[in-house]
């Protein structure tokens, strides 16, 4: 008896996992967006329906309904849905568990740790899947799911969701937000962000075999003056960037000798 | 006729590249260290003879010095060997090429943009090696050079690489230290910093066929002031981590708001 799966939501998130599962062999009935082109063009890769009606999700059949909205949207599209008794698992890192309770009846969790953007595919069977259920029963048929689409299945609580999510904006969002300055910095200079990209490959590899304490490197570490001084003055023009140096720049060198 | 050089100090990078140099075929006569331990260390590995008296650096027959000593350590160092004329090449991203005027006559960088740690290996083939040189001689040479260790070399003026080693804080150190961050956000909480490898991973890889920009994900991105907040209260305890959250956070809110 083959899986069928509709999706609240087409952002990144689910439009990556959709296309997963789809892939997979699990059909995808329908797909709700509030904009329907958004639910569509999701829709149409997937062979399945867009709908922008809450009151057009039909629970008829499914199996399961992975609510993949942000989070502020949840209260503002979850009470219109009859999701009657089936499973209604969310994949997001900041919201508890218990939030679905406030719509449906039978909820769990389906947390992809990754990041997701549309146009890019990833690697899926190395993305650490994390369960939770508000029943043993609803975490098997979750972890029977979970299963076909990666090799890392893990049952975290809702406590530790919180705090791995966390974790995630400093090691993924902020990281990314790091690249980007970088890119400033070089566009500024008519430079090619491509010459750094061996180092950036690098950085994180190395983190592979070494703790991120032993892997270290740059004058933060060492407190040089000099550089940091020249570095600051190089900022001069750019108040955030050179907050952004000063503080990140003391953090490492606090880290380093507690 | 096979190429001579001596290393002026037995740092990480001096290590990883003074194995790469030896591995290729070029002799390493000396390596010295203020440290006679380290200078030792290193010169075993490679077949050179390790010294700590600067008095004890000899030229004779050496085609290359390479000079990679702590920015602070040149000055303490430097004026204390007899280059006579042979070439003297610096590797570091921070320090104008003239300054190794104060204490040789033949003068050169030979910058890897990398970032190196004793105990990794790293593959040398992609890295860019970045030259700059007092005379096309000089820089004739340092290519033939580069050329054996890397596929990728760039001649880079002392003001570009100026910013190019800005950028690489950015991208690398700070990068490396929000890893550190986000390890003790998980050891905290007593989970596995293990589960946040295939993010780590793909976050740096996403760049390869996206720009930082549109590569951007998270709650800062959107605003999201209600996991912003939650995640505030989770930092409660710790005004470093919370400082950097904040200062990220709002940084990432004003790139994608200009």
Known sequence: MSIQC??????????????????????????????????EALAKQIKAEGVSDPAKVNKQGIDLFIVALA???????????????KIVAHTAGSVPMKKLAES????GV???????????????????????AESDE??????????????????VS???????????????NFVNHLYALCESIVNKADLNFDILRPLIK?????????????????PAIRYDKNIINNHLDL????????????????????????
Request: glycine fraction near 4%; aromatic fraction near 10%.
């Open 71 to 85: 989070d502020k949207a949840y209260d503002e599209v979850l009470p219109y849905i009859d999701f009657g008794d």
């Open 138 to 155: 609803v975490l098997r048929f979750l972890e029977k799911v979970a299963n076909i689409i990666t090799d890392d299945v893990r049952v």
């Open 202 to 218: 690098e950085t994180a590899s190395k983190i592979e075999t070494l703790s991120p304490k032993e892997a270290q490197t740059g």
């Open 110 to 132: 389906f947390y992809p740790l990754q990041t997701f953007s549309k146009g890019r595919m990833v690697d899926f069977n190395e993305i650490p899947l994390c369960l939770e």
């Open 235 to 258: 900022l001069d023009e750019d108040e955030n960037l050179k907050n952004v140096y000063e503080l990140l720049t003391s953090s490492i060198f606090k880290l380093h000798n507690q």
């Open 6 to 39: 509709t999706f609240i939501g087409s952002g990144n998130l689910a439009t990556r996992l959709a296309l997963r599962m789809f892939e997979k062999g699990i059909a995808i009935k329908q797909v709700y967006s509030r904009n329907l082109d958004n639910a």
């Open 158 to 172: 809702s406590e530790d969701r919180k705090q791995l999510h966390l974790a995630a904006v400093f090691c993924c």
């Open 104 to 107: 449906a009846n039978t909820i």
